[in-house]
């Protein structure tokens, strides 16, 4: 507790929850791109029967598993973040933000528990039908649960169609607006694309894994051939996605962009894209600056010459912290462009028949394999770091959101929360790593009886 | 006309009451695994549950989830009234429910998943119980804001409601498996059944008498026309329940017990229910008081009432399709 003895209890809770929701997101992001998966894998076994996509469902679904118990747990746990550390936070914005996670729990969580019984160990008991079926349930349920808690967070970066009562709580006015607020169409679009796109390249990383060992069987040509028409598919449209949810934020939220940008100065005639450097927020410059002229105001104002504001315009205590936003911001778009490399060069040797052939490229997908998630946590910090001071923006200060809770409870929870979630979610992650290490083979889960065994003796 | 605040009350204390009952049996169920005789034993009591648990512990989200969308003022207080029994119970509900998967995905370590399985279950059963306690003890409310000590949820009152959960839900969790097993592992859980029954009606006793000390208007609710009706009728209605149960083991029925177990639960919960109407937080807090706007409880009430219904419906389907006995052969890993 000593560790934490300088912190204040606000502090303390923007920690706790940072930590536990960034854990969090690593599951549901992999979930949301694997229940997809594992319901297209079903469903092409079903109508072209080729055991090899039976054989990969089953492969993928023990490791879906494993993943989904952690995010069910994880998920709990946030649940009651709002209310333990943020309950000033949840008496005024509950009657707007509360019914959306209601909707969510009764949508999405429902359905997803409901049906992923029947998805993982019901395939004999309700015949293939159904089966498929209650596997399509739990795709859509992971779909269902990012548009409401997505509309959310939107919702809390651009409000809108609410009022504030004389207690001072966001009361709705309608629901339309408040569901379909500005930014959630962007928000939720980057977000799913982003989701595939690490389910993608954790598939291509595991059969790149295999194919490097020379297990060079039908299911794993297969599904490094699906993950990578993947990346190729959607990479692009993410970068695009990406884009048009940047000048949606520039349109909203502009000092986010300036922190994302290291603006802190306006630029009257056309703002440089400063392509790396060190933000220096006490001297407000950003030293060691690599910058290219115009190409910011060209980026998002589509006009070298148009003029972009900086920092300078803002008032200091409305400023987000730029320096995490300007770094996370940059990891972000590094790891992007590394992806559609990769996807542009599968595609070339693809054309030329060496897609299984080249080591090179297996290895880089091996390298890859987690960088999805490091994005996926790289684009949150941006936009939530971003969005700084505000819980509600322009609205309510995260300041003022804080239950009242003295700092060295939120301190021995947070520990605990630590301790906890690397060991259990460690665990978690070393078993999903046995499981991906093993190669899909033909005949396993032919019949559920014997695979404890098999696995027993594979592990002996 | 029914306050929609009202109608919202009553669909949360469903949410919560499905969650004890569903999440009562499986939590049961760790509770009672070190009592297994062998792994095999073990192994068929989780699979009895495997492929619900998922489920069963979605209610604990909706009726977190719940309150804070219907009454916001109430889910704000209350967490951090109770916030160490609330950090404890979701960190030991993540051993726990972690424990399903990673128990079959580890030889080695597999008696570490076990223990995980078994002291998560008991513990988040225990601080459950002790959330009950602080809820009937009262919560201090000053200014839409929790006016009371970071301890002050732990007294001998929470304490004694924590125990009494824990056998409540090994109860639960034994009957359960009565139902769900054959062979000595059924014999087993049926002759555990009887002395959990009698813990657990003494405890109820026991909290029941201790209850209308904790608040004069529990008092007044209990022994005043017409809560006087329910002082005779709650008690009369737990032990004809109590005794149906009892023949029912001694008779080895596979289903009675469970529902009987249940019907317990209901009646105490019902019970819980007439001390508290029309409070949400006794003494501080009125169901009214602390819900939030009608355009909001509207909204979501529309969502409730055709999405509920569709979930019972598929939960049921659920449970019918993995009905019956638990071959101990059949794995599901």
Same mark, same amino acid.
């Given at each position: 507790?000593?560790?934490? /003895?300088?912190?204040?209890?606000?502090?303390?809770?923007?920690?706790?929850?940072?930590?536990?929701?960034?854990?969090?997101?690593?599951?549901?992001?992999?979930?949301?791109?694997?229940?997809?998966?594992?319901?297209?894998?079903?469903?092409?076994?079903?109508?072209?029967?080729?055991?090899?996509?039976?054989?990969?469902?089953?492969?993928?679904?023990?490791?879906?598993?494993?993943?989904?118990?952690?995010?069910?747990?994880?998920?709990?746990?946030?649940?009651?973040?709002?209310?333990?550390?943020?309950?000033?936070?949840?008496?005024?914005?509950?009657?707007?933000?509360?019914?959306?996670?209601?909707?969510?729990?009764?949508?999405?969580?429902?359905?997803?528990?409901?049906?992923?019984?029947?998805?993982?160990?019901?395939?004999?008991?309700?015949?293939?039908?159904?089966?498929?079926?209650?596997?399509?349930?739990?795709?859509?349920?992971?779909?269902?649960?990012?548009?409401?808690?997505?509309?959310?967070?939107?919702?809390?970066?651009?409000?809108?169609?609410? =009022?504030?009562?004389?207690?001072?709580?966001?009361?709705?006015? =309608?629901?339309?607006?408040?569901?379909?607020?500005?930014?959630?169409?962007?928000?939720?679009?980057?977000?799913?694309?982003?989701?595939?796109?690490?389910?993608?390249?954790?598939?291509? %990383?595991?059969?790149?894994?295999?194919?490097?060992?020379?297990?060079?069987?039908?299911?794993?040509?297969?599904?490094?051939?699906?993950?990578?028409?993947?990346?190729?598919?959607?990479?692009?449209?993410?970068?695009?996605?990406?884009?048009?949810?940047?000048?949606?934020?520039?349109?909203?939220?502009?000092?986010?962009?300036?922190?994302?940008? %290291?603006?802190?100065?306006?630029?009257?005639?056309?703002?440089?894209?400063?392509?790396?450097?060190?933000?220096?927020?006490?001297?407000?410059?950003?030293?060691?600056?690599?910058?290219?002229?115009?190409?910011?105001?060209?980026?998002?104002?589509?006009?070298?010459?148009?003029?972009?504001? %900086?920092? =300078?315009?803002?008032?200091?205590?409305?400023?987000?912290?730029?320096?995490?936003?300007?770094?996370?911001?940059?990891?972000?778009?590094?790891?992007?462009?590394?992806?559609?490399?990769?996807?542009?060069?599968?595609?070339?040797?693809?054309?030329?028949?060496?897609?299984?052939?080249?080591?090179?490229?297996?290895?880089?997908?091996?390298?890859?394999?987690?960088?999805?998630?490091?994005?996926?946590?790289?684009?949150?910090?941006?936009?939530?770091? %971003?969005?700084?001071?505000?819980?509600?923006?322009?609205?309510?200060?995260?300041? =003022?959101?804080?239950?009242?809770?003295?700092?060295?409870?939120?301190?021995?929870?947070?520990?605990?929360?630590?301790?906890?979630?690397?060991?259990?979610?460690?665990?978690?992650?070393?078993?999903?790593?046995?499981?991906?290490?093993?190669?899909?083979?033909?005949?396993?889960?032919?019949?559920?009886?014997?695979?404890?065994?098999?696995?027993?003796?594979? /592990?002996? | 006309?029914?306050?929609?605040?009202?109608?919202?009350?009553?669909?949360?204390?469903?949410?919560?009451?499905?969650?004890?009952?569903?999440?009562?049996?499986?939590?049961?169920?760790?509770?009672?695994?070190?009592?297994?005789?062998?792994?095999?034993?073990?192994?068929?009591?989780?699979?009895?549950?495997?492929?619900?648990?998922?489920?069963?512990?979605?209610?604990?989200?909706?009726?977190?989830?719940?309150?804070?969308?219907?009454?916001?003022?109430?889910?704000?207080?209350?967490?951090?009234?109770?916030?160490?029994?609330?950090?404890?119970?979701?960190?030991?509900?993540?051993?726990?429910?972690?424990?399903?998967?990673?128990?079959?995905?580890?030889?080695?370590?597999?008696?570490?998943?076990?223990?995980?399985?078994?002291?998560?279950?008991?513990?988040?059963?225990?601080?459950?119980?002790?959330?009950?306690?602080?809820?009937?003890?009262?919560?201090?409310?000053?200014?839409?804001?929790?006016?009371?000590?970071?301890?002050?949820?732990?007294?001998?009152?929470?304490?004694?409601?924590?125990?009494?959960?824990?056998?409540?839900?090994?109860?639960?969790?034994?009957?359960?498996?009565?139902?769900?097993?054959?062979?000595?592992?059924?014999?087993?859980?049926?002759?555990?059944?009887?002395?959990?029954?009698?813990?657990?009606?003494?405890?109820?006793?026991?909290?029941?008498?201790?209850?209308?000390?904790?608040?004069?208007?529990?008092?007044?609710?209990?022994?005043?026309?017409?809560?006087?009706?329910?002082?005779?009728?709650?008690?009369?209605?737990?032990?004809?329940?109590?005794?149906?149960?009892?023949?029912?083991?001694?008779?080895?029925?596979?289903?009675?017990?469970?529902?009987?177990?249940?019907?317990?639960?209901?009646?105490?919960?019902?019970?819980?229910?007439?001390?508290?109407?029309?409070?949400?937080?006794?003494?501080?807090?009125?169901?009214?008081?602390?819900?939030?706007?009608?355009?909001?409880?509207?909204?979501?009430?529309?969502?409730?009432?055709?999405?509920?219904?569709?979930?019972?419906?598929?939960?049921?389907?659920?449970?019918?399709?993995?009905?019956?006995?638990?071959?101990?052969?059949?794995?599901?890993?």
């Amino acid at each position: 507790m000593n560790l934490f /003895a300088n912190f204040d209890a606000e502090t303390l809770a923007r920690i706790q929850f940072a930590f536990t929701v960034s854990f969090h997101i690593i599951f549901p992001a992999f979930s949301i791109g694997l229940a997809s998966f594992l319901a297209v894998l079903n469903g092409l076994w079903l109508w072209r029967k080729d055991k090899v996509y039976l054989n990969l469902f089953n492969y993928w679904k023990k490791i879906f598993a494993v993943g989904f118990a952690m995010g069910v747990v994880s998920g709990i746990v946030m649940s009651y973040q709002f209310g333990t550390n943020w309950s000033v936070f949840s008496d005024t914005a509950g009657p707007v933000i509360g019914p959306l996670m209601a909707y969510e729990v009764m949508t999405a969580f429902f359905l997803e528990a409901g049906f992923l019984g029947i998805m993982l160990f019901g395939r004999e008991r309700v015949g293939p039908g159904l089966h498929m079926m209650a596997t399509a349930m739990v795709a859509l349920g992971t779909l269902i649960s990012a548009t409401w808690i997505l509309s959310v967070n939107s919702w809390m970066q651009t409000p809108a169609g609410f =009022d504030i009562n004389e207690l001072g709580q966001f009361i709705p006015v =309608d629901w339309w607006s408040i569901v379909f607020n500005p930014s959630f169409p962007y928000r939720l679009t980057h977000m799913v694309l982003a989701a595939y796109l690490t389910t993608a390249f954790v598939v291509a %990383g595991v059969a790149a894994w295999h194919l490097l060992r020379r297990n060079r069987t039908a299911e794993v040509t297969r599904m490094f051939s699906m993950a990578m028409w993947m990346a190729v598919l959607v990479t692009p449209l993410q970068i695009v996605a990406g884009d048009l949810h940047g000048l949606n934020t520039l349109e909203h939220q502009p000092q986010k962009v300036m922190a994302m940008e %290291g603006h802190f100065d306006s630029h009257p005639e056309g703002a440089p894209l400063i392509l790396f450097g060190i933000p220096n927020e006490d001297e407000k410059r950003v030293d060691y600056a690599i910058e290219i002229p115009k190409l910011s105001s060209l980026i998002l104002k589509h006009d070298p010459n148009a003029p972009l504001d %900086g920092l =300078d315009t803002i008032p200091d205590d409305e400023e987000p912290p730029v320096a995490i936003v300007f770094y996370s911001f940059r990891i972000m778009l590094v790891i992007g462009f590394a992806m559609l490399s990769v996807a542009l060069w599968s595609l070339v040797q693809r054309v030329r028949g060496r897609l299984n052939e080249d080591r090179c490229l297996h290895r880089t997908s091996v390298l890859l394999a987690p960088s999805g998630f490091v994005a996926v946590l790289a684009g949150w910090v941006t936009t939530e770091v %971003g969005r700084q001071p505000y819980t509600v923006y322009g609205l309510m200060r995260t300041s =003022d959101s804080l239950s009242q809770v003295d700092a060295p409870s939120v301190a021995t929870s947070l520990i605990a929360f630590i301790i906890v979630f690397f060991a259990v979610f460690g665990a978690g992650t070393f078993y999903m790593l046995r499981l991906m290490g093993k190669p899909p083979v033909e005949g396993i889960q032919k019949s559920h009886k014997p695979i404890e065994i098999s696995i027993l003796a594979e /592990a002996a | 006309m029914l306050e929609l605040s009202t109608i919202w009350a009553g669909i949360i204390a469903f949410a919560v009451l499905t969650y004890v009952i569903l999440d009562g049996f499986d939590l049961g169920i760790g509770i009672l695994f070190p009592f297994a005789k062998t792994d095999k034993d073990r192994d068929v009591m989780m699979n009895s549950v495997t492929p619900v648990w998922d489920g069963n512990e979605t209610w604990l989200v909706m009726g977190g989830g719940g309150l804070f969308a219907v009454f916001p003022l109430a889910y704000s207080v209350v967490m951090p009234a109770i916030y160490l029994p609330v950090i404890v119970m979701l960190l030991a509900l993540v051993f726990r429910g972690v424990a399903f998967e990673y128990r079959w995905r580890t030889v080695r370590a597999r008696w570490f998943w076990d223990v995980a399985f078994h002291g998560g279950s008991t513990l988040a059963a225990f601080c459950q119980g002790i959330a009950l306690g602080a809820l009937v003890q009262g919560i201090p409310v000053e200014d839409r804001l929790y006016a009371g000590g970071q301890w002050d949820w732990l007294t001998p009152f929470s304490i004694l409601t924590g125990v009494a959960l824990v056998i409540g839900y090994a109860l639960l969790g034994a009957t359960w498996l009565n139902m769900k097993t054959k062979g000595e592992l059924q014999r087993q859980m049926r002759s555990f059944a009887r002395p959990l029954m009698l813990m657990t009606l003494a405890l109820i006793g026991l909290v029941s008498l201790l209850t209308p000390f904790q608040d004069p208007i529990y008092l007044i609710r209990w022994f005043s026309w017409p809560g006087v009706v329910f002082s005779v009728l709650v008690p009369a209605i737990v032990a004809v329940v109590a005794w149906i149960l009892d023949r029912s083991l001694r008779e080895k029925r596979d289903y009675q017990p469970f529902f009987c177990a249940i019907a317990l639960f209901v009646v105490c919960f019902i019970g819980i229910g007439i001390s508290f109407y029309p409070y949400m937080l006794p003494p501080s807090l009125t169901i009214a008081e602390a819900a939030a706007p009608d355009s909001s409880l509207a909204f979501a009430l529309v969502g409730a009432v055709v999405l509920l219904p569709a979930i019972l419906a598929y939960t049921a389907y659920t449970y019918w399709v993995f009905r019956g006995k638990i071959d101990p052969e059949e794995s599901y890993h």
